[in-house]
């Protein structure tokens, strides 16, 4: 296979190589979508534990007296409500309210903030934090290449990562500072599967070593193909898919991210959206049938376009085809009856309830 040779590789690019993984371009990045094969890693997760290689994300350091009036100003979500040693969920407007990018935040001590991007949006995000950031007392750093970042997901993650590497992993939306491998790291319980599990940001030179000793424990490498389609299953938003500067929280389902009342970049037009209500909502589907929608495809309601799919996969977990789409936002409901042209042929389905996959309790 040729691939870019301007392409970034993770510090785990060789271990991905010896382990047969099918490599494909991301985001500017040579990353693995899959190794024994998509459905496999994806069912692994949802009943085991999975190990995924997010080294291509981004790491933007925030410090200084200034960091929580900086950040209140720059991202949506109060973070005067997070502790230190909490995470929070926030997004990135421009001053339209478009979405620039979506972020998880973590505070590591009163006026120490790491922020973690979007891989493909990480150079706009670094210009962007260092624009506002010339009016507060703040010091913004490009942390990208001190970290190498594993996500670790599955009923049984967190068990085997405390057994394996013997450390103590903070409750889920909570962060704190460990040794592993004898160096400093970031142990984070979040994810982006809808699974319990942690996310290690570590130095990049004890990644392999981590890989393999976590791999060697029985937690499944898995790809990027196998951690789109479990997204998809909780709903949980991709930017460039179903979030970009051409959409808004409002309309993605994201207002329980805004808080207005800080005065963040885009409020007011946020706060207005809100009032107003929107003219499109994303919502999620189920195709009713055969077929598997993707990207780009329109919604009908006979011969009328009513929206489009943002993103669209075949479920393992519920063997169907499924997705999200923007919708007119009075057809956004779950029940309503709509057809996906895919690829020229009409495929049945119907506005579903998030998340369209729930675990068995």
Aim: proline share 5%; glycine share 10%; aromatic share 6%.
């Amino acid at each position: 296979m040729t691939v870019d040779s301007a392409l970034r590789r993770t510090p785990l690019y060789e271990t991905h190589l010896d382990a047969g993984a099918k490599l494909v371009p991301f985001a500017g990045w040579e990353m693995p979508v899959q190794y024994d094969g998509i459905k496999e890693e994806h069912i692994a997760v949802r009943t085991h534990a999975g190990i995924f290689d997010t080294s291509h994300m981004g790491q933007i350091e925030v410090e200084g007296p200034g960091s929580l009036s900086f950040l209140q100003r720059l991202v949506t979500n109060d973070v005067a409500r997070m502790p230190v040693g909490g995470a929070q969920y926030s997004l990135l407007l421009d001053d339209e309210a478009g979405v620039v990018d979506d972020l998880f935040l973590y505070r590591l001590g009163h006026d120490r903030y790491l922020v973690i991007t979007n891989a493909g949006n990480h150079d706009a995000d670094l210009a962007r934090f260092g624009l506002v950031a010339r009016d507060f007392d703040v010091y913004v750093r490009d942390a990208r290449d001190n970290y190498a970042m594993l996500a670790v997901q599955g009923p049984n993650a967190r068990r085997i990562v405390e057994n394996t590497l013997h450390i103590d992993l903070p409750p889920r939306m909570k962060v704190g500072a460990r040794q592993i491998g004898r160096r400093p790291a970031i142990v984070c319980g979040t994810g982006y599967t809808g699974e319990d599990g942690v996310e290690l940001l570590i130095v990049p030179e004890i990644a392999p070593a981590i890989w393999t000793e976590l791999v060697d424990s029985g937690i499944v490498p898995c790809g990027l193909g196998a951690r789109d389609t479990l997204r998809m299953e909780v709903c949980f938003h991709l930017h460039g898919n179903d979030l970009s500067t051409e959409t808004d929280p409002i309309s993605a389902g994201l207002g329980w991210a805004c808080v207005e009342s800080t005065g963040f970049i885009g409020s007011d037009r946020v706060a207005v959206m809100r009032a107003n209500g929107t003219d499109e909502t994303l919502a999620p589907f189920v195709i009713e049938g055969a077929g598997i929608a993707r990207q780009g495809n329109p919604v009908m309601i006979g011969e009328e376009v009513v929206g489009e799919v943002t993103s669209g996969t075949f479920s393992p977990s519920l063997e169907k085809g499924i997705g999200m789409a923007y919708l007119r936002s009075d057809l956004a409901e779950p029940g309503t009856e709509l057809e996906i042209d895919v690829r020229g042929k009409r495929r049945m389905a119907s506005v579903s309830s998030k998340p369209l996959y729930r675990k068995e309790r």
